[in-house]
């Protein structure tokens, strides 16, 4: 599908698009799959896609919404398409330290005309980062407050009114029974909303391998028993979740168990020398793959899907070929990834070196085109 992308784009960039009401897509099409200004390409059934006014980008979603995580455990890799590729939207969680703090000031929320052009170039998922500070004020175990709720939920809604998946993304918690509660809260005022998707906690680390494992198990446990058994769930693990070291870290989570059979593990993965993503240098063309096959392993040995929740590399060419190594890893196992997400987007990111915030960041006018065509 790739390869098909990128011919097509050599062989003249004005004409790769499907006409009004054209076909774009379904079960072997082999035809444009980009439809021209105004139009967009809608799936009809598994098997019939075509091109219909409007900008919402409904093209790729209708075929993921059913599909729940395989359960069974193949034992060679599957290439093909992957389910989810996205963008982190990081905003709502920033000023740390300053709770509740002052919107405009402290914390802001994703823009919802950023978003609108991320989801015309075929970004199908969102990882909204919010904070669990200013969602419960001082204890977990408190009321929502209504005001940081209604503004989540409106970009939340805006993601998934448009046919894309939204994940919730709290900061590290410690306190497995309060974990529970706020679980309970959140999940509540998200269970009707399938789109949403529940990611327990971001990056824990240096935490007691036990206690990674017990709070996410109160995690899936209070959300399925709110009644949000719809949604999937993404359980991060410790040492920040990095896939380069989950083999040797994190294999205590294979014993997670979720009643609605839906659960997915996050990690992330960095290209630079110390795996942080605080640099513009990657290792070599090749490390991408090579950080992530370890992880590979892992789920197919254990039967479990993955997402690369974070991920990300400098603007310049050997980056661009290590991104490339790992996006076509990825493809290339689909049977044990399901998607991945660049870090990040936001309003407030400027000219940070990975910044994905159209139509400037540094990160989406190097790598848009490439990671587009990753899209589902
Ligand atoms: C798609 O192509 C495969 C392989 O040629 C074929 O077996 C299958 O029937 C085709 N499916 C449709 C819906 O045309
Ligand atoms: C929510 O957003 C509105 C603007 O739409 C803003 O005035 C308000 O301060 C925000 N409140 C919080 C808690 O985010
Ligand atoms: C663990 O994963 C890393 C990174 O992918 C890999 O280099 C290493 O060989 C793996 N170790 C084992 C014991 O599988
Ligand atoms: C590289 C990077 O910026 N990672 C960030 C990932 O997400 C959380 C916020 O949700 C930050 O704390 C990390 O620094």
């Given at each position: 599908m790739r390869s098909f992308i990128i011919s097509s784009a050599l062989v003249g960039l004005a004409t790769a698009a499907a006409s009004p009401y054209a076909q774009c897509g379904g079960t072997n099409w082999s035809g444009d799959v980009v439809c021209e200004s105004g139009y967009t390409c809608t799936v009809s059934n598994e098997y019939y896609s075509q091109c219909l006014?409007?900008?919402?980008?409904?093209?790729?979603l209708a075929t993921s919404t059913?599909?729940?995580?395989?359960?069974s455990t193949p034992t060679t890799g599957a290439a093909g398409k992957l389910k989810w590729l996205g963008i982190n939207l990081s905003v709502?969680?920033?000023?740390?330290?300053?709770?509740?703090g002052v919107w405009g000031t402290h914390f802001y929320f994703p823009d919802d005309s950023a978003i609108s052009t991320l989801l015309e170039q075929g970004y199908n998922i969102f990882r909204v980062a919010f904070s669990m500070e200013r969602l419960?004020?001082?204890?977990?175990t408190n009321t929502v407050a209504a005001d940081y709720l209604k503004n989540l939920t409106a970009t939340v809604d805006y993601i998934t009114d448009n046919g894309a998946y939204a994940i919730l993304d709290p900061e590290i918690i410690t306190d497995v029974e309060g974990f529970g509660s706020f679980w309970t809260t959140v999940a509540t005022a998200f269970k009707s909303n399938e789109k949403v998707i529940f990611d327990t906690n971001n990056e824990y680390h240096d935490m007691d391998q036990d206690l990674v494992l017990n709070l996410n198990q109160a995690a899936i446990d209070a959300i399925r028993g709110a009644g949000a058994t719809s949604q999937y769930i993404f359980a991060e693990g410790n040492s920040w979740s990095g896939a380069h070291s989950w083999n040797t870290?994190?294999?205590?989570?294979?014993g997670l168990t979720d009643s609605a059979d839906k659960l997915i593990y996050e990690m992330h993965q960095y290209l630079d020398s110390d795996n942080s993503?605080?640099?513009?240098?990657?290792?070599?063309?090749?490390i991408g793959a090579e950080r992530v096959s370890g992880a590979t392993a892992w789920l197919r040995e254990n039967g479990k899907i993955g997402f690369l929740g974070e991920f990300a590399g400098g603007a310049n060419s050997q980056c661009e070929a290590a991104v490339t190594g790992l996006l076509d890893h990825l493809e290339e196992n689909s049977d044990v990834w399901e998607g991945a997400l660049w870090w990040a987007a936001g309003p407030w990111w400027a000219d940070y070196i990975y910044s994905f915030e159209p139509p400037s960041g540094t990160g989406y006018t190097y790598y848009n085109t490439l990671l587009k065509s990753y899209a589902p």
């Open positions: 006014p409007g900008t919402a980008a409904s093209t790729t059913t599909k729940a995580a395989p359960s709502a969680e920033f000023g740390t330290g300053e709770y509740p419960v004020a001082d204890k977990l870290t994190n294999g205590n989570l294979a993503g605080t640099s513009d240098v990657c290792v070599s063309t090749t």
